[in-house]
């Protein structure tokens, strides 16, 4: 295992970014460089199961014929270089044959999470306008209330439709498609911010981040050529088609798809079918997985190499309880849509690991802690994470397409979270810049509280936000979702109230918490602090709803 700063001084600022992001990226293909490049290898490139049972594999050299006979479809379409090719559809081998037929043509992948509804899919498409939306027949209805829909093609169209059904037309086009080749900054994926104020920001992935995606999952994931590699993350979000599309295959590696909904069970059936040995995923899922205690722990025990974690900040009881019930290291990433992963807390790297910490930066970024005028703070003081892109090769972000950003001050691109430096360099998450509470003349992470809260045994989720409070400012409420069969009692708010105290500090404890069923979150699991925030504010004009106040 390489040593952490090693790795990192391995970055010569001066000409890496010149030599490697510039004159070594001058012609690239992102199909060629995560398909043809192993197709000669014989290799499989997906492993593919649905939520029945059934199950096929698919190598590269196969993903390589299908790609090119839909790429002419696609270019037969109308569709070139920089043209825009939507995919609404679940993961299977036709989402992945779209997704690569699209980088054939050097036109660029916008993904369309199959959960959003038409508006939030109409928003998409114009705002991107795109030439061709790829999906199936579930997902087809969507489009019809979507106005001035691009060209629709369906995989399992229906007769009448006048859609181009998708494996007809494939059948039907020649496998001869020659790559187009572009340089490292052209774009080949559109994908969108989903923000908490305001619509969805488009923003462009340019080919040179294949090289940082690539470096994750080398130094992060420590994806080794022995591993059975699943991540859990749909490809209509950025972890998933970051890391279980194009990072995983540009490294001619098999990545799995799990065509269903998530489930304990599914999740034991793919792991001991495919004996999957590196496993990424989100603190949501894993947290349900813990919930089901050993009915999950006991056929996984020992499967596992390494566990990674990102979407959220991973709470110290989930590593604890992998390590104990399933011998396996799970590690918190950090990263955004647009930055992809850059802060982490690397399997593959040799470094100092502390519960709470999301890790040290991954080599090829400089990542610091700024002050509210943009200075750079020493250890042990909160402020803003942001990225140096002046001594950051790896770092691709350029701004959104076509809309305006505030994110870029000086050389500084700012993250939005609030983070603290540790003495050996590392880096603690604190909670979103608007999620930090001010009590009593204290600022307190919302993180701590919700990990101190989860380590107690009746308690399975927890969101925490600040309440306004005329005389703190704002006080701690905790939103909890409990255990099943948990009663919410006054007596148990009490518990968990002392519980957080015994753990935390004397103004760090919730003084009003309310139980619930559910909390609010993205359609990719991220909690939604600000939605319980509003709620809050709305109430005080409003009758109290009944909680368990100190």
Known sequence: MRDYHDAQRAFDYLHTADAVLAGNLGALNACVECCDRHAAEGGVALYWERHDGACAQYTFADLQQRAARLANVLKAQGVGPGDRVAGLLPRTVELLVTVLATWRLGAVYQPLFTAFGPKAIEHRLHSSGARVVVTDRTNRPKLDEVEGCARIITVDAQAGSGDLDFHTALDAASADCAPVLLSGEAPFLLMFTSGTTGPAKPLEVPLRAIVAFQGYMRDAIDLRPEDNFWNLADPGWAYGLYYAVTGPLALGQATTFFDGPFSVESTCRVIDKYAITNLAGSPTAYRMLIAAGQAFAEPIKGRLRVVSSAGEPLNPEVIRWFAEHLQVTIHDHYGQTELGMVLCNHHGLRHPVHLGSAGFAI?????????????????????????????SPLCWFGGYHGVQTKAFVGKYYLSGDTVELNQDGSISFVGRSDDVITTSGYRVGPFDVESALIEHPAVIEAAVVGKPDPERTELIKAFVVLASGVEGTPELAENLRQHVRQRLYAHAYPREIEFVGELPKTPSGKLQRFILRNQEIAKQHTAPAPVASA
């Open 363 to 391: 080599p090829g970024h400089r990542i610091v802690v700024l002050d509210e005028q943009q200075h750079e703070l020493p250890p042990g003081q909160p402020g803003i994470l942001a990225v140096d892109r002046e001594q």
